[in-house]
Nanobody, 128 residues
Framework: QVQLVESGGGLVQPGGSLRLSCAASGFTLDYYAIAWFRQAPGKEREGVSCIIGRRGTTYYADSVKGRFTISRDNAKNTVYLQMNSLKPEDTAVYYC?????????????????????WGQGTQVTVSS
């Protein structure tokens, strides 16, 4: 049974950092794509970043490039999202998603309908 469990959310001041974790079970990360999405109140869920394949190819939304870094630890079957220089507009529920997704490029890899499995989400609030 595939399961994704997020952790690491919380309240942080603007300019601060957080690291989110997505612990996966039921599949190995080498063969699945794992992505982070977020959804702010009243807005659609949007792709933030993903990592795929043995080489660990990564993609990022323009809004987070240079600030967020996705990585994975295959031994722990866990994917991380390091978020630096956080802004109030980064406030959202962050979701981890996974699936057997072919690498068709960044637009496809950051679409919600590309993924089969989802975690329950973790709240990130950036506020002073």
């Amino acid at each position: 049974q595939v399961q994704l469990v997020e952790s690491g959310g919380g309240l942080v001041q603007p300019g601060g950092s957080l690291r989110l974790s997505c612990a996966a079970s039921g599949f190995t990360l080498d063969y699945y794509a794992i992505a982070w999405f977020r959804q702010a109140p009243g807005k659609e869920r949007e792709g933030v970043s993903c990592i795929i394949g043995r080489r660990g190819t990564t993609y990022y939304a323009d809004s987070v490039k240079g600030r967020f870094t996705i990585s994975r630890d295959n031994a722990k079957n866990t994917v991380y999202l390091q978020m630096n220089s956080l802004k109030p507009e980064d406030t959202a529920v962050y979701y981890c998603a996974g699936g057997d997704v072919p690498n068709y490029g960044s637009v496809y890899m950051l679409r919600t309908d590309s993924y089969e499995y989802w975690g329950q989400g973790t709240q990130v609030t950036v506020s002073s």
